[in-house]
């Protein structure tokens, strides 16, 4: 059965998109409204920097982002807090919702609820509702052969955030990171939909790799990906050249490994290029199938909105014998 283009799932007739192909959030029926459906999703995150209220921010945005991949809109959240109050003032959990809830402003979200744990380790993030038009979800299932995937934002916050708490990280390089991490995705989907996008996914814990074997598997499709043309933050690939990655961002490549194409004839900087295109982000930028006569405009519509954005592959159709899910890699410098 099918309902604005996307297969129901197990859960139920209500269930539009679940868990089957690791989507970013599920989709579920709005009543009887045949237009409209509402998205669900729920994160939370430690944090990666110092200062509270930052963190706040971008831990509610990372949270927000989700919705953005579905083609959502966010309308309403509650604060998910772990905090162990018997080692932390509250004045610092005071900052971390002040942070939160300047993004959720931003986003025109309403905070309207939450939860608080003690725990002895602090974490934040927020429980998100969004609605969306049923013909235009955006899922895993949806992308098409011939497409191009262009990335909007850079990679590499897993591998600074490690960094930071290392303690070798400049001023520099934590400012930029969270410069990403706190910018909302809602202009990269904004000028998706203008460029045709059929298919989304925001890059987060799994790398850019793991969510695109997402896509390809919930599409039936093969890729092929150029590791040169990866946005990377200031001062990753450095770091991630002297070891300093997290242990989900190496977990990742060791998932995708079996996957992946030509990695053999990569060379020591395609191989470094191949680790950041792993590397565990925390809210990092979407990933968007959209037709290849729309993507170099919307490379530059996402330049043009101060994004690093860059056309990193094309989609294809398995080859007789292939499996769905295939990478093939290059590093063309």
């Not at 946005?231 to 300093?244: K, M, R, S, W």
């Amino acid at each position: 059965m099918h309902a604005g283009g996307i297969a129901t799932s197990a859960g139920g007739e209500g269930v539009l998109v679940s868990t089957d192909f690791a989507d970013d959030a599920a989709v579920v029926r709005l009543g009887s409204d045949p237009d409209r459906a509402l998205v669900l999703t729920a994160d939370v995150i430690a944090p990666l920097v110092d200062d509270p209220e930052t963190f706040g921010r971008i831990a509610a945005i990372n949270s927000i982002s989700d919705v953005y991949a579905m083609g959502g809109r966010p309308l309403y959240a509650l604060n998910l807090v772990f905090f162990p109050d018997d080692q932390l003032p509250f004045s610092l959990l005071e900052a971390i919702l002040r942070g939160g809830a300047a993004a959720c402003a931003e986003a025109g979200v309403a905070i309207v609820g939450g939860h608080t744990v003690r725990d002895a380790e602090l974490k934040y993030g927020l429980s998100v509702t969004g609605e969306v038009d049923r013909a235009a979800i955006l899922s895993n299932r949806t992308a098409r052969p011939g497409q191009r995937l262009v990335l909007s934002k850079a990679l590499g916050t897993g591998v600074i955030g490690q960094a930071i708490k290392k303690r070798l990280a400049s001023s520099g390089q934590i400012a930029a990171a969270s410069a990403s991490m706190t910018t909302l995705n809602r202009g990269a989907l904004e000028a998706g939909r203008r460029a045709g996008v059929t298919s989304c996914t925001d890059v987060t814990g799994f790398g850019l790799l793991g969510h695109l074997r997402n896509i390809l598997r919930g599409s039936g499709l093969t890729a092929a990906i150029d590791l040169a043309s990866l946005p990377v933050l200031p001062g990753a690939a450095e770091h991630a050249a002297a070891g300093v990655m997290p242990a989900g961002s190496k977990a990742n490549l060791d998932y995708v490994a079996p996957s992946l194409r030509g990695r053999e004839a990569l060379g020591p900087d395609g191989e470094l290029a191949l680790r950041l295109a792993c590397d565990a982000q925390t809210s990092g930028g979407l990933l968007l199938a959209v037709p290849a006569a729309s993507a170099g405009q919307l490379v530059s519509e996402l330049r043009a909105q101060g994004l690093p954005a860059a056309d990193i592959g094309e989609l294809h159709a398995p080859a007789a014998g292939a499996e769905a899910g295939t990478v093939d890699l290059d590093f063309t410098a």
